[in-house]
């Protein structure tokens, strides 16, 4: 279910009735939604990250999970290390830590400047991997033997090492600015939930965690806030996405999800 709504303000969603929140926010970095202004100065961002949080969580059940992907770390706008402040918003908002998966996209086209070239002076270092920060309401096991598990040996053997390697999605083919691959939600709902579950991703953009909640026999539920992204979301669901509309990417060709270091210190 695609609802268009700001995740803030929705109360169409039962509180507690969340099984597993899947979910890539926006990085403050400057992408060109249509409906959200991304670059917010760095306090408020963690504002709004905090008062999200805090709403998945009232809308998680006991035992509910949270898959937060975001960058590690960027430099656009000062260096950050957005993984451990975001961390650190979701425990204040009440979310307890689990461990941290590493995806690596191998993409290091991410990169556009050096700093200072060939100096210890100030180089920039830059890791071409993004996170998935886990964590949890109340207690990590869940205990129901009714349940039964649908993970393959080989995913579960695989997927518990928890550096991820695959490439990550472009934004022209999908035709939003910052779409994850659809394989990132897959893995992390065959993971972490059982089939029949509650998956929630309050930003939705195109629609890929509820593709992988439609393929992995999860029900879902996705906010979006933008009315094209919701269309967009659902022509893909229903098979009719056909060519992607033009998006407003800094630079379309390249992976927009990603931090840029702008700037070059000699
Ligand atoms: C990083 S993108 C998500 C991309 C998504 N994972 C995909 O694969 O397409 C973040 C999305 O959050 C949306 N958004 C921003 N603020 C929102 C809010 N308050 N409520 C719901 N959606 C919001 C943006 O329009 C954008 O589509």
């Known amino acids: 279910m695609v609802l268009q709504e700001d995740f803030l303000r929705t109360r169409r969603i039962a509180d507690g009735s969340v099984d597993l929140v899947v979910t890539s926010p926006p990085y403050n970095v400057e992408v060109g939604y249509s409906a959200y202004e991304d670059n917010l100065p760095y306090e408020e961002y963690l504002a709004f990250s905090r008062r999200w949080l805090a709403k ?4 998680a059940r006991p035992n509910g999970r949270l898959c937060l992907n975001v960058p590690l770390d960027k430099n656009k706008g000062g260096q950050r290390a957005v993984a451990a402040d975001l ?6 908002a009440g979310w307890r830590y689990q461990s941290t998966i590493v995806w690596n996209e191998q993409n290091i086209s991410r990169r556009t ?17 993004e996170v998935v920060l886990v964590m949890f309401k109340g207690e990590w096991a869940r205990r129901e033997r009714d349940r039964h598990p649908d993970i393959a ?4 053997v695989e997927w518990t090492n928890a550096v991820w390697t695959f490439s990550g999605e472009r934004a022209t083919r999908v035709g939003h600015p910052a779409p994850f691959p659809v ?25 890929s965690t509820l593709l992988a909640c439609r393929e992995t026999g999860r ?19 229903d098979g009719t996405a056909g060519a992607p509309r ?12 990603a931090r840029t270091a702008t700037s070059t210190t000699m």
């Open 56 to 59: 998945a969580l009232k809308l």
């Open 87 to 92: 961390t650190h918003e979701a425990r204040a």
């Open 113 to 129: 400047a050096w700093g200072s070239w060939m100096s210890p002076s100030a180089p920039f270092v830059i890791a071409p991997v």
């Open 153 to 156: 040996r080989d995913e579960f």
């Open 183 to 207: 394989e990132l939600p897959r893995r992390l709902v065959k993971l972490f939930s059982y089939r029949e579950d509650l998956v929630l991703d309050p930003f939705l953009g195109s629609g």
């Open 219 to 237: 029900r879902g539920i996705g906010v979006e806030i933008d009315p094209a992204y919701c269309a967009l979301a659902a022509r893909r669901l």
């Open 246 to 257: 033009a998006v407003r990417a800094a630079q379309p060709e390249a992976p927009v999800r």
